[in-house]
């Protein structure tokens, strides 16, 4: 089983629709939670970090449940510039991230 | 922000050869440094971690003689892929870990592709 799993989609979906991505991981003693966007043939970006708490950044929520060992992020009235690659991120002990296979979004005008 | 500079972004070598990817923090020490592979339609994953002065950790898998990872100063930390294979070609990139909760800072990342 991968450490952190995420369905790969592909989403397409149509401009000004609301988005939302999974993602399980499996060691419970992941301390760290991220979401990243990587565009084709980049680097991945930031997207934000994901707390028990939830936690919001414009159209973008991020919630992690520690219990059930689930990330999610909602993206509402999508964008073009949303279409990239999404990829949930957990971080063990010793700092080093586990990256899930990410979920490829398109958005359609 | 933190800024980590990696070289070259692109190369095409000759299978046999060795290539060498720097990444270098620009504004601040990282002690620690993540080198990643993604081939396409791919996930990154982990190939090694280098801590400055000491020597790096492999992930299962990975081979420590045919991929050589310096980190010899808390800025710069390289990875050389040595006697290349078609099968290396592949993105390579770094990372090193930011602070709080600001995640990690990525380089640029390396396309190289082995002819």
């Known amino acids: 089983r991968k450490e952190v799993e995420q369905d790969p989609g592909p989403f397409n979906v149509p401009e000004g629709a609301t988005v939302a991505f999974n993602c399980t991981y499996s060691?419970?003693?992941?301390?760290?939670f991220f979401w990243y966007r990587q565009d084709c043939r980049k680097e991945p970006k930031l997207l934000m970090s994901?707390?028990?708490s939830g936690n919001e950044d414009g159209r973008f929520t991020a919630q992690l449940n520690r219990a059930s060992q689930y990330i999610s992020l909602l993206i509402r009235d999508s964008k073009l510039s949303d279409s990239a690659t999404y990829l949930c991120?957990?971080?063990?002990?010793?700092?080093?991230?586990?990256f899930g296979a990410g979920t490829r979004l398109t958005v359609k005008p | 922000g933190a800024v980590v500079s990696q070289h070259p972004s692109r190369v095409i070598c000759k299978s046999g050869t060795s290539v060498k990817i720097e990444c270098r923090s620009l504004?601040?020490?990282?002690?620690?440094m993540f080198w990643y592979r993604q081939f396409p339609k791919q996930s990154l994953m982990l190939m090694a971690t280098?801590?400055?002065?000491?020597?790096?950790?492999?992930e299962q898998g990975v081979e420590k003689d045919k991929f050589l990872i310096n980190h010899a100063s808390l800025t710069l930390s390289t990875l050389t892929v040595t006697s290349a294979h078609p099968e290396d070609s592949s993105f390579y990139i770094c990372?090193?870990?930011?602070?709080?909760?600001?995640?990690?800072?990525f380089g640029s990342g390396t396309r190289l592709t082995v002819v």
């Open positions: 060691n419970s003693a992941s301390q760290s």
């Open positions: 990372s090193a870990p930011g602070t709080g909760n600001y995640g990690y800072t």
């Open positions: 994901v707390y028990s």
């Open positions: 991120v957990v971080t063990r002990g010793n700092n080093d991230m586990r």
């Open positions: 280098s801590n400055e002065g000491s020597k790096a950790t492999y």
């Open positions: 504004d601040f020490q990282a002690t620690t």
